[in-house]
Protein backbone atom coordinates (compact mmCIF):
# COMPACT_ATOMS: atom_id res chain seq x y z
CA UNK A 1 0.00 0.00 0.00
CA UNK A 2 0.80 3.27 -0.80
CA UNK A 3 -0.30 6.49 0.54
CA UNK A 4 -0.01 10.02 -1.03
CA UNK A 5 -0.26 13.42 0.24
CA UNK A 6 0.26 16.48 -1.80
CA UNK A 7 1.46 19.87 -0.78
CA UNK A 8 2.23 23.11 -2.09
CA UNK A 9 -0.25 24.24 -4.33
CA UNK A 10 -1.54 28.08 -4.06
CA UNK A 11 -2.23 31.26 -5.92
CA UNK A 12 0.19 32.69 -8.44
CA UNK A 13 0.40 35.39 -10.70
CA UNK A 14 0.81 34.58 -14.40
CA UNK A 15 4.89 33.94 -15.02
CA UNK A 16 5.53 32.90 -11.58
CA UNK A 17 7.12 29.02 -9.87
CA UNK A 18 5.31 26.70 -7.19
CA UNK A 19 6.99 23.77 -6.29
CA UNK A 20 4.33 21.27 -5.64
CA UNK A 21 5.29 17.90 -2.86
CA UNK A 22 3.89 14.77 -2.68
CA UNK A 23 5.02 12.66 0.31
CA UNK A 24 4.57 8.88 0.39
CA UNK A 25 4.10 6.43 2.99
CA UNK A 26 4.88 2.50 2.54
CA UNK A 27 7.83 0.47 1.97
CA UNK A 28 7.90 -0.13 -2.01
CA UNK A 29 7.96 3.65 -2.64
CA UNK A 30 11.24 3.35 -4.25
CA UNK A 31 9.97 0.79 -6.55
CA UNK A 32 7.47 2.87 -7.43
CA UNK A 33 7.08 5.06 -10.38
CA UNK A 34 5.32 8.71 -9.56
CA UNK A 35 3.70 10.15 -11.57
CA UNK A 36 1.95 14.25 -11.92
CA UNK A 37 -1.61 14.66 -13.41
CA UNK A 38 -4.05 17.33 -13.37
CA UNK A 39 -7.64 18.24 -13.63
CA UNK A 40 -9.31 21.25 -14.36
CA UNK A 41 -12.67 22.78 -13.99
CA UNK A 42 -15.33 20.67 -16.21
CA UNK A 43 -12.22 18.77 -18.02
CA UNK A 44 -10.56 15.23 -17.86
CA UNK A 45 -7.57 14.79 -15.47
CA UNK A 46 -4.68 14.85 -17.48
CA UNK A 47 -0.89 14.00 -17.45
CA UNK A 48 1.34 16.36 -16.52
CA UNK A 49 4.89 14.50 -15.71
CA UNK A 50 6.35 11.14 -14.37
CA UNK A 51 9.28 9.91 -13.19
CA UNK A 52 10.83 6.48 -13.20
CA UNK A 53 12.14 4.40 -9.37
CA UNK A 54 15.56 5.75 -10.21
CA UNK A 55 14.30 9.05 -10.69
CA UNK A 56 16.74 8.76 -14.09
CA UNK A 57 13.90 8.73 -16.68
CA UNK A 58 11.54 11.76 -16.72
CA UNK A 59 8.51 12.04 -19.16
CA UNK A 60 5.87 15.11 -19.63
CA UNK A 61 3.44 16.44 -21.43
CA UNK A 62 4.06 18.16 -24.36
CA UNK A 63 2.04 21.33 -23.01
CA UNK A 64 4.58 21.93 -20.04
CA UNK A 65 7.98 20.54 -21.42
CA UNK A 66 10.77 23.27 -20.32
CA UNK A 67 8.55 25.26 -17.80
CA UNK A 68 7.82 22.15 -15.44
CA UNK A 69 10.56 19.76 -13.70
CA UNK A 70 9.45 16.33 -11.86
CA UNK A 71 11.74 15.30 -9.35
CA UNK A 72 12.46 12.68 -6.52
CA UNK A 73 14.10 11.82 -3.43
CA UNK A 74 13.73 7.98 -2.37
CA UNK A 75 15.12 8.95 0.43
CA UNK A 76 12.50 11.00 2.09
CA UNK A 77 10.12 9.00 0.01
CA UNK A 78 9.10 12.34 -1.50
CA UNK A 79 8.29 13.28 -5.63
CA UNK A 80 8.39 17.16 -6.58
CA UNK A 81 6.71 19.49 -9.31
CA UNK A 82 8.76 22.43 -9.59
CA UNK A 83 6.66 24.81 -12.16
CA UNK A 84 7.81 27.89 -13.98
CA UNK A 85 6.55 30.56 -16.22
CA UNK A 86 3.16 29.56 -14.98
CA UNK A 87 0.27 30.24 -17.28
CA UNK A 88 -3.49 30.56 -16.33
CA UNK A 89 -4.21 27.19 -18.30
CA UNK A 90 -1.79 25.57 -15.36
CA UNK A 91 -4.63 26.15 -13.24
CA UNK A 92 -6.03 23.15 -11.94
CA UNK A 93 -6.41 20.69 -8.80
CA UNK A 94 -3.16 18.37 -9.31
CA UNK A 95 -2.99 15.45 -8.11
CA UNK A 96 0.13 12.67 -7.17
CA UNK A 97 0.15 9.24 -8.78
CA UNK A 98 2.25 5.81 -8.20
CA UNK A 99 2.81 3.45 -9.87
CA UNK A 100 4.52 -0.23 -9.61
CA UNK A 101 7.46 -0.39 -12.56
CA UNK A 102 7.78 1.98 -15.30
CA UNK A 103 6.57 5.44 -15.97
CA UNK A 104 2.68 5.47 -18.20
CA UNK A 105 1.56 9.14 -18.96
CA UNK A 106 -2.51 7.42 -18.79
CA UNK A 107 -3.99 7.49 -15.84
CA UNK A 108 -5.92 4.75 -15.88
CA UNK A 109 -2.10 2.89 -15.24
CA UNK A 110 -1.86 4.05 -11.61
CA UNK A 111 -3.49 2.52 -8.37
CA UNK A 112 -2.57 4.69 -5.99
CA UNK A 113 -3.28 8.57 -6.01
CA UNK A 114 -3.11 11.40 -3.41
CA UNK A 115 -5.74 14.05 -2.50
CA UNK A 116 -5.25 16.75 -4.59
CA UNK A 117 -3.75 20.43 -4.23
CA UNK A 118 -4.92 23.24 -6.01
CA UNK A 119 -2.62 25.75 -8.22
CA UNK A 120 -4.34 29.15 -9.18
CA UNK A 121 -2.89 30.97 -11.65
CA UNK A 122 -4.45 34.54 -12.52
CA UNK A 123 -3.73 36.68 -15.34
Known amino acids: QVQLVESGGGLVQAGGSLRLSCAAS????????MAWFRQALGKEREFVAA????????DYADSVKGRFTISRDNAKTTVYLQMNSLKPEDTAVYYC????????????????WGQGTQVTVSP
Open 97 to 112: AARPGATYPYKNGYGY
Open 51 to 58: ISWSGRLA
Open 26 to 33: GRTFSSNA
